[in-house]
């Protein structure tokens, strides 16, 4: 499902079995155009190091137009303090990713581009590139693949000045090799590189599922992980209830898995349409997110779960996408930027 939003052409179905419940989950993700471009020369380091805020709102960034507002990045709100830029797209080379820039979103160069990421970053935001989305297939399933994903995302990151890489592979991962990647990557990126993880409810169920291991193996190393709570049928909560997305016990008793299965709060975070056009499924009004943040940091504002205990410092919220909050009058980041800067 990934994300959640709405790919750039028409959206499809997954379903997956959860077995140990017997529950049905569809989830719907993004379609991505394929690429076989080449992974870009090495060229500009990063223009920064911002640090992430204890409080973090994240923002997809649409690098195209499905129906959304088209912008540029210095037109996204300054209540994201991340922005991952979807999508970065496979290579025939196993592991390798490419990015290249859609003449759809208006810039007249790739020169723009980067010139926008260095505005933002020198305003201490984060930018990070995502790699995946439903049809971003992305092969990490041995040592040569996870050096060609760790070798290509790094030049990506010298060469447009990303701050680090988003997770948002729905046609799974393997835990093993991934992890070795990122820790590759990381040590190649050095201080101030961001990790950012957008799963499916269905990969952050157990800690035996191969996402959630991924997450775990590189603890040491990751910033945050924004669970999409849509495009999602009924998952099971922390106390082995089963809830309906489009609430707050969803958000709740699904978010207190992660933090009870061993990922830090400050690496957590809510993962939320920004409209109901930007999802199949799942969307839920900005004041709900509030709830739900209040909810697990400081025990108010909860429905029917209540949870085990507080997590005051969870990192914060993420919504897919700046776009389709743009569409709508940026009416969440008005809403939950704020209430996630004042937690």
Not at 109 to 123: G, L, M, P, T
Not at 283 to 307: H, I, Q, R, W
Request: glycine letters at 10%; proline letters at 5%; charged letters at 15%.
């Amino acid at each position: 499902m990934h994300h959640a939003p709405l790919p750039r052409s028409s959206s499809t179905l997954r379903t997956a079995v959860l077995a140990a419940a017997g529950l049905i989950v569809a989830a719907v993700g993004f379609v991505l155009p394929g690429s076989a471009h080449a992974a870009p020369a090495t060229t500009a380091a990063r223009a920064t190091t911002a640090t992430v805020p204890a409080h973090a709102v994240t923002g997809y960034w649409q690098d195209f137009d499905n129906g959304a507002t088209v912008q540029k990045l210095a037109d996204v709100p300054d209540q994201y303090d991340i922005i991952a830029v979807a999508f970065a797209n496979a290579t025939a080379t196993p592991g390798q990713i490419s990015f290249t820039l859609d003449p759809a979103v208006g810039y007249a160069s790739d020169d723009q581009f980067k010139a926008d990421i260095a505005a933002e970053q020198a305003k201490g935001k984060s930018v990070v590139l995502s790699v995946g989305g439903q049809n971003g297939t992305v092969a990490v399933n041995d040592s040569a693949s996870a050096s060609a994903f760790a070798d290509s995302a790094y030049a990506l990151m010298r060469e447009y000045g990303f701050d680090g890489i988003d997770i948002d592979l729905e046609n799974g991962l393997n835990s093993t090799y991934m992890a070795q990647a990122l820790h590759a990557l990381a040590a190649k990126a050095g201080s101030g590189f961001v990790l950012t993880m957008a799963p499916q409810t269905i990969d952050m169920q157990s800690t035996s599922a191969e996402y959630f291991k991924t997450a775990l193996a590189v603890k040491d190393i990751l910033t945050v992980v924004n669970m999409q709570y849509y495009n999602s049928g009924s998952m099971l909560g922390c106390d082995g209830k089963v809830y309906s997305q489009g609430t707050v016990d969803f958000i709740t008793a699904l978010a207190c898995i992660q933090l009870q299965g061993g990922l830090d709060p400050s690496q957590v975070g809510i993962g939320v349409p920004a409209s109901p056009k930007a999802a199949g499924s799942g969307y839920v009004d900005p004041s709900v997110v509030d709830n739900a943040l209040d909810c697990l940091t400081k025990g108010t504002g909860c429905g029917s779960f209540k949870p085990p205990t507080t997590w005051p410092g969870l990192r914060g919220a993420m919504t897919w996408s700046t776009n389709w909050d743009a569409t709508a009058g940026n009416t969440w980041s008005n809403t939950v930027g704020g209430h996630v800067h004042s937690l």
